[in-house]
């Protein structure tokens, strides 16, 4: 199947820093990926939609300014955590699709002191 | 907004035997996602399914969508350690949009 990969696999920072998680389609290229958040024993929640070449659309009650979204190229979105604080540890998934259905990748989870 | 409900919430079984996980949502499923995770790990596809009455399988594991599309099954047959997990699924509630909506999850653990 497809390969979607996330760069770090996990992060520990300090409350107030910005994050960066890296998500990567490694065999084909996605004009449209996926971010999702995933709190513990809890479901995966959609947060955003990442599109190439132009602005991510948030789903609501997601601060956009607070997840900074870029879509710089058609294998490569990142997510910015700006300002982190302790209730934005989390677990964050992408996904995106070849053109078959969705895979996600490995995540990555963070944890804000 | 697509509401997807799962039971049971976790299922404990012994090595070899059979279950069932199903999935219901409030709403017309367009594409029906059965996906596996490991707890703090990535999701590993297993089957989609779009037609009402449809049934996939892989391996052991078989998935069904019902006629009236609004609600799936999982069964797994002669279940072994290995397919101990949580299992999600995951709907396409605007056909097409590759948007998806998750059920919370079936843990499921198998005593070998």
């Known amino acids: 199947g497809a390969v979607v990969s996330q760069h770090p696999s996990w992060v520990i920072c300090k409350s107030g820093t910005s994050v960066k998680i890296e998500c990567r389609s490694l065999?084909?290229?996605?004009?449209?990926m996926f971010w999702y958040r995933q709190f513990p024993k809890q479901s995966l929640m959609l947060m955003a939609t990442?599109?190439?070449?132009?602005?991510?659309?948030?789903e609501q009650g997601v601060e956009k300014d607070k997840f900074l979204i870029n879509h710089a190229s058609l294998t490569l979105s990142t997510l910015t955590v700006t300002s982190a604080h302790p209730e934005d540890s989390s677990f964050y998934i992408c996904?995106?699709?070849?053109?078959?259905?969705?895979?996600f990748g490995p995540g990555t989870r963070l944890t804000v002191l | 907004s697509q509401e997807l409900e799962q039971s049971p919430q976790s299922l404990i079984v012994q090595e070899g035997k059979n279950l069932t996980i199903n999935c219901t949502s409030s709403k017309t499923l367009y594409g029906l996602y059965w996906y596996k995770q490991k707890y703090g790990e990535g999701l590993i596809f297993l089957m989609m399914l779009q037609k009402g009455g449809e049934e996939k399988s892989h391996e052991k594991i078989t998935a069904k969508l019902d006629e009236k599309k609004q609600q799936s099954s999982l069964h797994i047959t002669a279940s072994q350690p290995s397919h101990a997990g949580i299992y999600l699924c995951g709907a396409d509630n605007q056909g097409g949009s590759e948007k998806l909506v998750f059920g919370k999850g079936t843990k499921l653990t198998v005593n070998p």
């Open positions: 996904s995106a699709n070849p053109g078959d259905t969705q895979y």
């Open positions: 065999d084909f290229q996605a004009t449209t």
């Open positions: 990442s599109n190439e070449g132009s602005k991510a659309t948030y």
